[in-house]
């Protein structure tokens, strides 16, 4: 239940005398221009009270939205509580950790034996993209639920989050608990039997980070931030981990998968989602720095805020080295190098422009906007520019490989040729009598 109204209601200052209105003003005002009236007076009232914003708050999030939509069902019904469940879940934090999962996964090199030209058979398993998609899914879920789970009461104290499920009392503790025990156990069995044990432990791993580190750490250290963003970090290690598992040449372990040949790709993935996460969330919380500060969590856009914009410059300018490697490394061709660039100098402008105007006059929310469109463009480039894609493509529409066969076959046809004429030529001739 919440109990804040002692927080909310402030003392009122003593009201000045008031000249009661005369009897004729009373008989000539109409009741529509009364309402007119108070209705402009409660709007001046409440300008002249009320500080300006320097910048507008953020609207709530997925989760409180549609735990209002939630509450406006019937009791009782199927509707109502999947609507709920769905709010524990977050839905738009899942599809985006998914999303990073899935996009990791297309973008692992296919070695040569596992190309459609040379089998039948797709170069990787889409039985496996589903389980990986199913399992992550669930594991978020999990996550999300528990981290809900354990802060209710602060979560109250905000805008964004007063809505929540658990908050408004949709959902019991104890349902929310059974809703992430559930979840995750599906999530990682998921994982440990339809994709590979490392890909199900690094799932396993985000969960405890977390739920069980970055959580309670909002309320002891700015640090959070950082453990946060490996938590964002891990999803495309094990999409990068999922497809490497299928071409394994040893035993498929975890250190083949994670530290062997080709790996590096999956750990610059991973290093792209860790980067990006400091200008997101640093202009993210720069509208509700003073409902963080009031919650008590410790976030370095109130804590330090000048140290929040050199952060969020400092990881926007490491996005160039990382998009850089991954055609280093192979991973994707050399046009990704123009294109993420064109990409990275904007967001590295917009968090320019947050730290020099300390998040004034728009700059946090060009900044947050910035990297909401950042993140989904790369991917797309990254898929676009993948290694060997065009090349493929192109021999593909050509017909290169058939060229190429039939000139095998040719090649092949006359050196049988050549030795049938050997073979004739070696014979002894027959001496005629």
């Not at 008590?296 to 000048?306: E, F, I």
């Not at 909401?372 to 290694?387: D, E, G, S």
Request: proline fraction near 7%; charged fraction near 15%; aromatic fraction near 10%.
């Amino acid at each position: 239940m919440n109990v804040e109204v002692a927080d909310v209601v402030e003392p009122r200052a003593p009201a000045a005398p008031e000249t009661a209105p005369s009897t004729e003003t009373m008989i000539e005002e109409l009741p529509h221009r009364r309402r007119k009236r108070l209705k402009q007076e409660t709007i001046e009232t409440t300008a002249v009270t009320t500080p300006p914003l320097s910048e507008p708050l953020i609207p709530p999030d997925a989760s409180s939205r549609l735990s209002t939509l939630s509450s406006s069902l019937p009791p009782g019904s199927l509707r109502r509580l999947f609507t709920a469940y769905l709010a524990l879940s977050k839905p738009r934090l899942s599809f985006l950790i998914v999303l990073t999962t899935t996009s990791a996964y297309s973008l692992y090199p296919v070695p040569a034996l596992l190309l459609p030209s040379t089998t039948a058979s797709p170069s990787l398993s889409t039985l496996t993209l589903l389980f990986l998609t199913t399992g992550t899914a669930l594991s978020t879920a999990s996550a999300n639920a528990l981290n809900m789970l354990m802060e209710p009461e602060h979560d109250a104290k905000m805008s964004r989050t007063r809505n929540r499920p658990i908050v408004k009392g949709l959902i019991g503790k104890r349902g929310a608990l059974a809703f992430a025990g559930l979840t995750g156990l599906a999530g990682l069995g998921a994982l440990y039997y339809g994709v590979n044990p490392t890909v199900a432990f690094l799932s396993g791993l985000n969960i405890f980070l977390y739920a069980g580190v970055y959580t309670p750490m909002k309320r002891l250290s700015a640090v959070n931030t950082w453990v946060g963003a490996i938590v964002g970090g891990i999803p495309p290690l094990m999409g990068w981990a999922a497809a490497a598992g299928q071409s394994a040449t040893g035993n498929g372990g975890w250190q083949e998968l994670l530290f062997g040949e080709g790996s590096v790709g999956g750990w610059l993935f991973a290093g792209l989602l860790f980067a990006w996460q400091f200008p997101h969330f640093n202009a993210l919380s720069w509208p509700i720095r003073e409902e963080y500060k009031n919650a008590g969590y410790r976030m370095l856009v109130w804590t330090n805020p000048r140290l929040n914009g050199r952060v969020a410059v400092r990881y926007s300018l490491l996005l160039f080295p990382i998009c850089v490697s991954m055609w280093w490394f192979g991973v994707t061709d050399q046009g990704f190098l123009v294109t993420s660039s064109v990409v990275n100098a904007w967001i590295v402008r917009e968090a320019w422009n947050f730290w020099r105007k300390e998040g004034q006059k728009g700059s946090a929310r060009g900044l947050f906007w910035a990297s909401i469109w950042h993140l989904p463009v790369v991917m797309v480039l990254a898929m676009v520019h993948k290694k060997g894609l065009w090349e493929g493509m192109w021999k593909s529409v050509m017909g290169e490989e058939d060229i190429r066969n039939q000139e095998d076959d040719l090649l092949e046809e006359e050196d049988h040729l050549l030795d049938d004429e050997e073979r004739r030529a070696s014979r002894p001739t027959p001496h005629t009598l």
